[in-house]
């Protein structure tokens, strides 16, 4: 590929327990990010999709190997990698109003400029008007797309999100992915997605990658080439992609029968 | 409007039963005294006059308000130092086992033992009192402050380290926010300790003070003049606990909804 966003190279991340047993999470994983581009990471629970993320992103050291962010490679998260987590109810401050929260992502920026980036970034999550309301005063999905607005207000190049819609009801997840997908496809940057849900990963990916148990490696990379736009009624219907997750999810399957009796720390 | 108004009224129905239970103990008192008739056991209406007497007298100005004061500086001096300490103990694991035999066996020393060191050391004076105040005061505040922030979501830190906060903006934007429901908690215990400390250290070895006042008032068989310390003691820690609620509830006001309305006390 050339000039990846974001470029991993056999990343390997390992962690010490306590008693001082080294534990090896992810072993030898190699993955590239084009500009544009949506990736999805599934595999089974407690394969190490987290950490691998933790990694990738600069939040963790990796024990081996190397993760490059525009060609330099990463000591810390930079500026330019957004990540929205799972457990938006611990990820949003919750002393700060919603505008607060989005303000915290626009740091960067002096304050006009700051304030209408806000305004923006909530509007395009349809919270327009929430911006002076407590994160405890909406709902779970809307506190989601908070933290996505937090997480879109400083224009990144790479969103990675970990789980981001595993904590919502089934309808408020898929108008979540829908949320995700119109902003991707407005803007240029690329997405990386850690989840356990083939069908979200199908739906939205250009590409899907299965992790194996642990110590996880890649065990397969599936090319999602249905059509775009998508939509959920419409795509979903489509035999192309009742394949796909069939294919998707054999694998997982395939990688989760080996890891039986592998405790899971996610 | 009605459900306000009713609510308003169940509210002002509350706070009235509240102080009713004061005014029964105040005519029981009053009714016991009385039926006893001893100069050793002053009436309560007694007791009353003798504590406006100390008020409106010399008494404010040499010995209420100098106790008062200490309190105070003991209390914010606590504060300081035990959340700084508090914070940085909660967050650093390796802090936290170093300090935390030493911290058990310091914190379980009676205070009043420390009273005669402190005086050698400090003298018959306000200084003397102030430093017992902290002795005993730190604890709760630093061991709150240390357990709130050992405890904060890594999510949040994680979050916290995307947007770049690091060293003092981490502790300040995000650390200490995220820790004070608990280090509140602590402040207002210690803030009763250090009433009670203070009382204590002036018994002992004030020179002045409020509690100097009623040892002394009490041995020269000035009963009712005991008495009336002892009530502005009372009312000196109910207006220092309210006044400290009033703060932590607009400090905290963002709490209110996240776990389901503040216990009200």
Redesign the interface.
């Known amino acids: 590929m050339l000039n990846p966003v974001l470029d991993i190279k056999n990343l390997e991340v390992s962690i010490r327990s306590r008693d001082g047993f080294v534990n090896e999470v992810t072993k030898n994983v190699t993955l590239e990010l084009a500009e544009h581009e949506f990736v999805s990471v599934v595999g089974p629970s407690g394969c190490g999709k987290t950490t691998l993320l ?1 990694a990738a ?1 600069g ?1 963790r050291m990796p024990s081996g190997g190397k993760v490059s962010f525009e060609g330099k490679p990463i000591t ?2 930079p ?1 330019g ?3 929205v ?1 799972q ?1 938006y109810n ?2 949003l ?4 109003t919603i505008g607060k929260n989005v303000a ?2 626009a ?1 960067a920026y002096p304050n006009a400029e700051k304030e209408r980036r806000v305004g923006d970034a909530l509007e395009q999550v349809g919270l327009k008007g929430f911006a002076t309301r ?4 909406l709902s779970g999905g809307m506190q989601q797309r908070a933290a996505l607005a937090r997480a879109m207000v400083s224009n990144p190049r790479v969103l990675m999100m970990d789980e981001p819609f595993a904590s919502v009801d089934a309808l408020t997840r898929n108008h979540l992915e829908d949320v995700v997908q119109s902003l991707w496809t407005d803007s240029r940057f690329s997405v990386l997605m850690v989840t356990h849900d083939v069908g979200e990963a199908v739906y939205l990916s250009d590409r899907v990658f299965v992790l194996s148990a642990r110590p996880s490696t890649i065990l397969a990379e599936i090319k999602i080439d249905l059509p775009r736009p998508r939509s959920q009624m419409e795509t979903r219907k489509m035999l192309r992609f009742v394949d796909l997750q069939a294919e998707v999810l054999e694998r997982v399957e395939e990688a989760g029968r080996n890891s039986v009796g592998t405790e899971a720390d996610e | 409007m009605a459900g306000a108004n009713q609510k308003g009224r169940s509210a002002l129905l509350r706070i009235s039963l509240g102080w009713l239970g004061l005014v029964v103990l105040a005519v029981a008192w009053q009714l016991a005294a009385t039926a006893i008739g001893k100069t050793i056991f002053p009436t309560f209406t007694t007791s009353i006059v003798a504590a406006v007497r100390l008020v409106t007298g010399h008494i404010l100005v040499s010995d209420i308000l100098p106790s008062i004061g200490r309190t105070i500086l003991g209390f914010v001096i606590s504060a300081i130092v035990g959340i700084t300490a508090g914070l940085i103990i909660g967050y650093n694991e390796n802090a936290r086992t170093w300090t935390g035999t030493l911290f058990d066996f310091l914190r379980s020393l009676p205070t009043p033992l420390l009273v005669p060191i402190a005086v050698v050391i400090f003298g018959i004076n306000g200084h003397m009192v102030i430093a017992t105040i902290v002795t005993a005061a730190i604890w709760p505040i630093l061991i709150n402050t240390a357990n709130g922030t050992s405890s904060i979501e890594p999510t949040m830190l994680d979050t916290a380290k995307t947007y770049g906060l690091r060293g003092k903006s981490l502790f300040l934007r995000v650390v200490l926010p995220a820790a004070s429901p608990q280090i509140f908690a602590g402040l207002r215990i210690a803030l009763s300790v250090s009433l009670v400390v203070m009382v204590v250290a002036e018994m002992l070895g004030g020179g002045s003070g409020i509690g100097y006042y009623i040892s002394n008032a009490q041995q020269s068989f000035n009963i009712s003049g005991s008495y009336g310390g002892v009530i502005i003691l009372a009312s000196l820690g109910w207006i220092f606990d309210s006044l400290f609620l009033v703060f932590e509830r607009r400090m905290l006001a963002w709490q209110r909804g996240t776990v389901g309305g503040m216990i009200d006390a």
């Open positions: 933790r992103s939040l810390e998260v500026q990698i957004s990540i987590f457990e611990k990820s401050f919750p002393w700060l915290m992502g740091r407590y994160p405890w005063e």
